[in-house]
Nanobody, 115 residues
Framework: QVQLVESGGGLVQAGGSLRLSCAAS????????MGWYRQAPGKQRDLVAQ???????SYSDSVKGRFTISRDNAKNTVWLQMNSLKPEDTAVYYC?????????WGQGTQVTVSS
């Protein structure tokens, strides 16, 4: 059974930084795409950033230049370094991984940015 476990959320002041991590465990041979999504109250879940197994990254326009996604294929882990955080970044952040062509999601971690 594949599981994604996230950590690193919390409360931070505007302009601060947080680093999220997501580790995939279980019977895993390969992970295609790993990414982060976020969902604010009353809004849909949106892509924040994703990274392929080859290291190709993509970001939403709202976080470009502030967030950096990275991964370690050997550890089945993906990170999201979030700098210059803004109150509008407040949301539940979810890790998503495509493993053996199936979608898996983490339980979510709350990020709250105070003004």
């Amino acid at each position: 059974q594949v599981q994604l476990v996230e950590s690193g959320g919390g409360l931070v002041q505007a302009g601060g930084s947080l680093r999220l991590s997501c580790a995939a465990s279980g019977s895993i041979f390969s992970i295609n795409v790993m990414g982060w999504y976020r969902q604010a109250p009353g809004k849909q879940r949106d892509l924040v950033a994703q990274i392929t197994s080859g290291g190709t990254t993509s970001y939403s326009d709202s976080v470009k230049g502030r967030f950096t996604i990275s991964r370690d294929n050997a550890k089945n882990t993906v990170w999201l370094q979030m700098n210059s955080l803004k109150p509008e970044d407040t949301a539940v952040y979810y890790c998503r991984s495509v493993i053996h062509l199936r979608d898996y999601w983490g339980q979510g971690t709350q990020v709250t940015v105070s003004s």
